[in-house]
């Protein structure tokens, strides 16, 4: 379940391992709704969000002549390296902004972890395993399958599955953990696991046309073997995922619009670092699989829009022996902070929500200010910057130097996005370019950042402030993990924001290279397909 999971959440397989089939019924019906487009000739649309994919990668395999599927569509298609990723870097938050076309501020995930003022408890869709024990595995896989699409989603902002339902479009979903539509699919949990939860027999959950999520909801089940099991990581692969795609193909029975997650290539470059190119490679070749299942790579752009995104990149954690880890507990003194899976109680002073290289951190107590905390983090020089809202404004102080910005939306600055601002202090701290003469700004270091660190801010209720590394480190507490010497996300700098956007099979271009503004691009594109069926 990202920005990480299984990484579909970056260890989604303690989760996956205990998650039974869908009923044979619900298998009956999820296929009868892909077969009603059956002989429908319009033209598809694919979108296929690579996990952890960057440019940087795909430049050095062209380079090396060892991509020959991704060389082919680019020289067919357009190729853009800096499409803005949504904040924090972490799967679920940029799935819920390119699927609802919205920042956490309206679509309500704010990452993969998280802390609930309201239920006075941690959310948490699935870190590491770690993490997820001490948590617990109920209220894990309860937040995950159950209240992630059914109610920390914002319910009243649609999603692309719901608004293509309105237009009479089919849509699909594999292995994508935000999926909500109109269609109604029931998942199956095991009786051995329904024991130690509070999971019931049978979850309703509303989904695309297709939904596909490993063997928790494995439509082919008793039609065709896919690798589903144990050692396959339940599903949650390329593997399955493509198998999946290329069968909707020879079957004639391909959505008209189908989102697919390919998680492989973040498990490795967390270990290796974002360097590491085996995985690009093998996707290279999965892709070049689905192009030939159409019996050409010519007729497969013939056929369909091929739309290959990265969702976030990584930046390159320092080995173990250069301190790559800021311990957030022990920069916050004699605090009483919560420990993993303990219950919020009158004593808890601050709670924490690490995402790798961004973190929450929430204060319980009304004379312990978020400023107070902020000057106890700022001493650190691994700490990048950290921010805070107050009313209107919202504030940042940089590590180390104390430097300060503080911002609010609205007034005389415009940016690229076409978004006003009032900027006041020094510009520098989040490396902003000021114009007053012409009143624009633009960034650098931090690609819209003025919006998206006011997504984040503003995307749940409480007194927090949101705390980021300089490259190189991680933050973590006594049970979040670690990449020492591999690779972490979860930031704002470009590295960690910038992602590669491949769009082959269509002359259309996106207005806008954000995340944020996909769903706009790929609802014009099909709505006017489907004008022009008509």
């Not at 948590?135 to 309860?142: C, I």
């Not at 019931?200 to 909801?217: A, C, N, Q, R």
């Not at 690779?487 to 290279?513: A, F, N, Y």
Request: hydrophobic share 40%; glycine share 8%; net charge positive.
């Amino acid at each position: 379940m990202k920005k990480n999971r299984i990484r579909v959440l970056p260890s989604l397989f303690i989760l996956i391992m205990l998650i039974g089939c869908q009923s044979s019924k619900s298998i009956e019906q999820n296929v009868m709704r892909i077969n009603s487009a059956k002989g429908d000739n319009a033209k598809k649309v694919i979108f296929l969000m690579v996990d952890s994919l960057m440019y940087q990668a795909i430049d050095q395999g062209i380079s090396k002549q060892e991509l020959p599927t991704l060389k082919f569509l680019i020289e067919h298609g357009q190729y853009y390296k800096n499409l803005v990723s949504s904040f924090p870097t972490m799967s679920v938050t940029i799935d819920s902004s390119l699927l609802t076309g919205a920042y956490p501020d309206i679509h309500r995930v704010p990452g993969l972890t998280w802390y609930s003022p309201e239920n006075q408890k941690m959310i948490i869709y699935g870190t590491g395993p770690i993490e997820v024990l001490k948590h617990g595995v109920n209220p894990v896989l309860t937040d995950a399958l159950i209240h992630l699409n059914g109610i920390h989603l914002n319910k009243d902002l649609p999603t692309i599955y719901e608004d293509l339902a309105r237009h009479g479009l089919k849509s699909g979903s594999i292995n994508g953990l935000i999926y909500r539509g109109a269609s109604a699919h029931k998942l199956s949990i095991p009786a051995w696991i329904q024991g130690p939860t509070s999971l019931p027999k049978e979850i309703h959950v509303k989904g695309p046309d297709f939904l596909s999520l490993g063997s928790l909801s494995n439509p082919f089940q008793g039609i065709k073997n896919l690798p589903d099991g144990l050692t396959n990581r339940m599903g949650i692969n390329n593997n399955f995922a493509i198998k999946t795609v290329e069968y909707l193909i020879r079957s004639n029975t391909l959505p008209d619009f189908l989102f697919v997650y390919l998680p492989d290539l973040d498990r490795e470059l967390h270990k290796k670092g974002p360097t590491a190119l085996r995985g690009v490679k093998e996707l290279d070749q999965q892709l070049q699989s689905v192009l030939q299942t159409f019996g050409s790579p010519e007729k497969a752009l013939h056929d369909a829009v091929f739309i290959i995104a990265g969702d976030s990149g990584m930046t390159q954690i320092l080995p173990a022996g250069q301190n790559p880890v800021i311990d957030l507990p022990s920069l916050l003194g004699d605090a009483r902070i919560l420990r993993p899976g303990e219950a919020v109680s009158k004593e808890t002073e601050i709670i924490l929500a690490i995402n790798e290289t961004m973190a929450y951190v929430y204060s319980l107590k009304e004379d312990r200010s978020l400023r107070d905390i902020a000057n106890l983090l700022k001493n650190d020089p691994r700490i990048d910057f950290i921010s805070w809202k107050e009313k209107e404004w919202i504030y940042a102080i940089q590590g180390s130097t104390a430097k300060q910005i503080k911002f609010k939306a609205g007034g005389n600055l415009t940016d690229p996005y076409n978004q006003s601002w009032t900027v006041e202090q020094d510009e520098k701290v989040l490396d902003l370019s000021v114009n007053m003469a012409a009143h624009s700004l633009n960034y650098d270091q931090y690609p819209d950042v003025l919006k998206r660190l006011s997504g984040a801010l503003r995307s749940h209720q409480g007194e927090f402030l949101v705390v980021t590394a300089k490259p190189g480190y991680e933050l973590a507490s006594s049970s979040s993990p670690t990449h020492k010497g591999g690779g972490g996300h979860g930031s704002i700098r470009k590295m960690e924001s910038l992602v590669p956007l491949i769009i082959s099979g269509t002359d259309q271009k996106p207005e806008s290279l954000r995340m944020v503004d996909l769903k706009a691009y790929l609802l014009n594109l099909l709505t006017k397909k489907a004008a022009r069926r008509q």
